[in-house]
């Protein structure tokens, strides 16, 4: 099974989940999604997975147009890995409404906490807590990977669905 990895970064912390994710699933491809690769229309992949930040709380503009744009026929299995400063908000209902509108839907869903980079909202986080997640990212993201290689499914979180 052919597995394609969209990502979006501002700083890198995505860069490295969907690079850490790409070498531990099988037959998998890295696409960056920027200005010139908007309108992607050759996808052959059955697995098509994207891993992003949350921009206020939701899906980064960008990331919700590419969606948008991307033909998605070939996919059967569509996961999503979001990080964050505090968590996934609205960002995996916001994929599965975009999918449903092409008659797909979101298999899986992944969360890893990243350090913040919101600093014109708030004072940096404790340095201890950088570095711990700094130092759980490969383990978590290599977890992921593994469930993504086994076509895992979960559902999205409910105490999102209630926002
Ligand atoms: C413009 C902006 C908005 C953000 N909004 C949120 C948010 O609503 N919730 C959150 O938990 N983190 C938020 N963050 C933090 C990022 O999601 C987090 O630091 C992420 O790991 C950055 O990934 P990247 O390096 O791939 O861009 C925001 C960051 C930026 C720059």
């Not at 070498?23 to 890295?30: D, F, H, M, S, W």
């Not at 920027?34 to 059955?46: A, L, Q, Y």
């Not at 033909?71 to 999503?80: E, L, P």
């Not at 890995?81 to 839907?105: C, H, P, V």
Request: charge should be positive; hydrophobic fraction near 40%.
């Amino acid at each position: 099974m052919e597995t394609t990895i969209y990502y979006f970064t501002g700083t890198g912390n995505s860069l490295k989940i969907a690079k850490d994710l790409c070498e531990n699933i099988t037959n998998c491809r890295l696409i960056r999604i920027c200005k010139r690769n908007m309108n992607i229309n050759e996808v052959t992949s059955e697995r098509i997975g994207f891993v992003f930040p949350v921009y206020y709380r939701g899906l980064p503009k960008m990331v919700a147009n590419f969606i948008k744009n991307l033909d998605v026929n070939s996919g059967r299995y569509f996961f999503a890995a979001a990080n964050f400063g505090s968590y996934a908000a609205l960002t995996f209902e916001q994929i599965d409404i975009l999918l449903r509108s092409k008659g797909k839907s979101l298999s899986a869903n992944f969360s890893v906490e990243m350090p913040g980079n919101m600093w014109f909202m708030y004072y940096p986080h404790p340095k201890e807590d950088f570095i711990n997640r700094m130092n759980n990212q490969s383990r978590i993201t290599i977890n992921i990977a593994r469930k993504i290689n086994n076509n895992y499914e979960n559902n999205i979180p409910v105490i999102k669905k209630q926002i």
